[in-house]
């Protein structure tokens, strides 16, 4: 799909007023029509590539922030009815049309969107059911993710190079464009405008999200070098100067946060970006003791409209899975699904509610559930309280929730870990670490295993995505 069809479908979704879509989706058959008499085999698929996606957004999640919302257009709002019968138009011209191969995609794409499990949970927050939100814990993907709900996007080194490598045939063009765009520059900094274009890219098709929701949806996170991950100077400063060529690349504020690696120096960051309004993402955390230190950074001086706190679920579960069963655990592998499930329960009470429930009332950062193993991690975090609890989820990780229907609980974050789970867990000093809050120090977060393996991957993730940048090697 190009730019320019990227660009319509956008502007029919959010910037058509519901009483002139019609016009405009009648506008778009006649081109359809028009560009297959003309005989252009190029544009003929470009119009029918615009039509069938319509067809999906249509019937997606996209059509209820704007056409389908009542409280932005009480007397105005399309209704499902309406909709349909325009989808069943746009089916009628594309099967006149000869394209039966897009129509029965489209068909099938929107048939699997509706069914989504993620769709319902994005609905059940919409209509004041439970308080989670959902989004792409990856760097490509997002506008499908977006039909069933996703507010939000995630990228670091190594889903970048993920998404380039996954995709050359869009990606290495890219980055031959920069190169070519900017003869001087080194691979490190090809590699760093190489994700600022990953970045503005999903940026602009959630901005009219972020737009909508005062600024608290709709974000993009933006992880910085890991190489710097020791040096809060250094992270500030390439903070600093990617925020200011975002501001110019988007043309006002952008709608992204940094993500902060979770170690003593990154407490310092957290605490300096926020105060200037930079949001952030707290990366590289699976413990209390870091949500506690972070969080507490963040409340004092947070300008920014929102800041998350990542746990990275299956980077520490896996490591006490280990534990468990060096340690003869039989049933380790189902123990270690509820390590992260424990942490965030407790994550979730003393942070997140008020004093008068417990809690310590902190409003200027969310939890933020990333790097999930299966449907659990997704099933258990699901929360009504009064603090928006978001989870972003792999596209592999997606398809195994949506692989069939599935109860969506509003509040199982409320269930506690069975006791049996819990005792059996104690017996892991990864476990214990992160589940108390005072399992670690400060100054014990930079040695911390977790920590450790995921800034080395990173890292190494990173010199090869900076070698391809540089036209070294493959990814």
Same mark, same amino acid.
């Given at each position: 799909?190009?730019?320019?069809?990227?660009?319509?479908?956008?502007?029919?979704?959010?910037?058509?007023?519901?009483?002139?879509?019609?016009?405009?989706?009648?506008? /778009?058959?006649?081109?359809? %029509?028009?560009?297959? +008499?003309?005989? =252009?085999?190029? #544009?003929?698929? @470009? !119009?029918?590539?615009?039509?069938?996606?319509?067809?999906?957004?249509?019937?997606?999640?996209? /059509?209820?922030?704007?056409? %389908?919302?009542?409280? +932005?257009?009480? =007397?105005?709002? #399309?209704?499902? @009815? !309406?909709?349909?019968?325009?989808?069943?138009?746009?089916?009628?011209?594309?099967?006149?049309?000869?394209?039966?191969?897009?129509?029965?995609?489209?068909?099938?794409?929107?048939?699997?969107?509706?069914?989504?499990?993620?769709?319902?949970?994005?609905?059940?927050?919409?209509?004041?059911?439970?308080?989670?939100?959902?989004?792409?814990?990856?760097?490509?993907?997002?506008?499908?993710?977006?039909?069933?709900?996703?507010?939000?996007?995630?990228?670091?080194?190594?889903?970048?190079?993920?998404?380039?490598?996954?995709?050359?045939?869009?990606?290495?063009?890219?980055?031959?464009?920069?190169?070519?765009?900017?003869?001087?520059?080194?691979?490190?900094?090809?590699?760093?405008?190489?994700?600022?274009?990953?970045?503005?890219?999903?940026?602009?098709?959630?901005?009219?999200?972020?737009?909508?929701?005062?600024?608290?949806?709709?974000?993009?996170?933006?992880?910085?070098?890991?190489?710097?991950?020791?040096?809060?100077?250094?992270?500030?400063?390439?903070?600093?100067?990617?925020?200011?060529?975002?501001?110019?690349?988007?043309?006002?504020?952008?709608?992204?946060?940094?993500?902060?690696?979770?170690?003593?120096?990154?407490?310092?960051?957290?605490?300096?970006?926020?105060?200037?309004?930079?949001?952030?993402?707290?990366?590289?955390?699976?413990?209390?003791?870091?949500?506690?230190?972070?969080?507490?950074?963040?409340?004092?001086?947070?300008?920014?409209?929102?800041?998350?706190?990542?746990?990275?679920?299956?980077?520490?579960?896996?490591?006490?899975?280990?534990?468990?069963?060096?340690?003869?655990?039989?049933?380790?592998?189902?123990?270690?699904?509820?390590?992260?499930?424990?942490?965030?329960?407790?994550?979730?009470?003393?942070?997140?509610?008020?004093?008068?429930?417990?809690?310590?009332?902190?409003?200027?950062?969310?939890?933020?559930?990333?790097?999930?193993?299966?449907?659990?991690?997704?099933?258990?975090?699901?929360?009504?309280?009064?603090?928006?609890?978001?989870?972003?989820?792999?596209?592999?990780?997606?398809?195994?929730?949506?692989?069939?229907?599935?109860?969506?609980?509003?509040?199982?974050?409320?269930?506690?870990?069975?006791?049996?789970?819990?005792?059996?867990?104690?017996?892991?000093?990864?476990?214990?670490?992160?589940?108390?809050?005072?399992?670690?120090?400060?100054?014990?977060?930079?040695?911390?295993?977790?920590?450790?393996?995921?800034?080395?991957?990173?890292?190494?993730?990173?010199?090869?995505?900076?070698?391809?940048?540089?036209?070294?090697?493959?990814?």
């Amino acid at each position: 799909m190009n730019e320019r069809t990227l660009r319509t479908l956008q502007d029919l979704m959010f910037a058509v007023e519901p009483h002139d879509y019609r016009d405009e989706v009648v506008a /778009a058959r006649q081109e359809a %029509k028009a560009l297959h +008499r003309a005989g =252009d085999e190029t #544009l003929q698929a @470009e !119009a029918a590539d615009l039509l069938a996606e319509n067809t999906v957004d249509m019937q997606s999640c996209l /059509a209820d922030y704007h056409l %389908k919302s009542r409280m +932005r257009h009480p =007397d105005a709002a #399309l209704s499902e @009815e !309406a909709l349909l019968s325009e989808v069943e138009e746009s089916y009628a011209l594309l099967e006149e049309l000869g394209e039966t191969e897009r129509l029965a995609a489209a068909k099938a794409k929107a048939a699997a969107v509706k069914s989504s499990n993620l769709l319902k949970l994005a609905r059940g927050a919409e209509a004041g059911l439970h308080n989670t939100r959902w989004g792409n814990d990856y760097a490509s993907g997002l506008r499908d993710a977006m039909q069933k709900g996703a507010i939000l996007v995630t990228t670091n080194p190594v889903l970048v190079g993920l998404a380039a490598r996954e995709n050359p045939g869009y990606w290495t063009p890219v980055r031959d464009r920069i190169r070519a765009d900017n003869p001087n520059a080194g691979p490190e900094e090809i590699a760093a405008l190489m994700t600022i274009k990953v970045v503005v890219q999903n940026a602009r098709l959630l901005r009219p999200i972020w737009e909508m929701h005062d600024r608290k949806l709709g974000l993009v996170s933006l992880q910085l070098s890991p190489k710097g991950a020791f040096d809060a100077d250094s992270m500030i400063e390439g903070a600093t100067r990617i925020w200011d060529g975002l501001c110019q690349e988007i043309g006002g504020t952008p709608n992204t946060v940094f993500k902060v690696p979770g170690t003593k120096a990154g407490i310092d960051v957290a605490a300096e970006l926020t105060s200037r309004g930079i949001g952030v993402n707290i990366t590289v955390n699976y413990s209390l003791p870091q949500q506690i230190a972070f969080a507490g950074a963040i409340e004092k001086r947070s300008t920014a409209p929102l800041s998350f706190r990542t746990q990275m679920d299956g980077r520490i579960d896996d490591p006490i899975g280990e534990e468990l069963e060096a340690l003869g655990i039989s049933n380790w592998a189902e123990v270690k699904t509820w390590a992260t499930t424990a942490i965030r329960q407790r994550d979730y009470k003393l942070l997140c509610l008020p004093p008068q429930q417990g809690g310590l009332g902190f409003e200027r950062s969310f939890c933020l559930g990333a790097s999930g193993r299966g449907p659990w991690n997704i099933l258990r975090s699901v929360a009504d309280g009064p603090a928006t609890l978001f989870l972003t989820v792999f596209p592999n990780r997606q398809v195994e929730l949506d692989s069939e229907p599935r109860d969506i609980d509003p509040g199982a974050i409320w269930k506690p870990v069975p006791q049996d789970i819990l005792e059996a867990l104690q017996k892991s000093k990864l476990f214990r670490q992160s589940y108390e809050p005072d399992g670690m120090t400060v100054d014990e977060f930079d040695t911390y295993l977790p920590v450790q393996r995921t800034l080395k991957e990173f890292g190494d993730a990173y010199d090869k995505f900076v070698g391809w940048c540089g036209g070294q090697g493959d990814l």
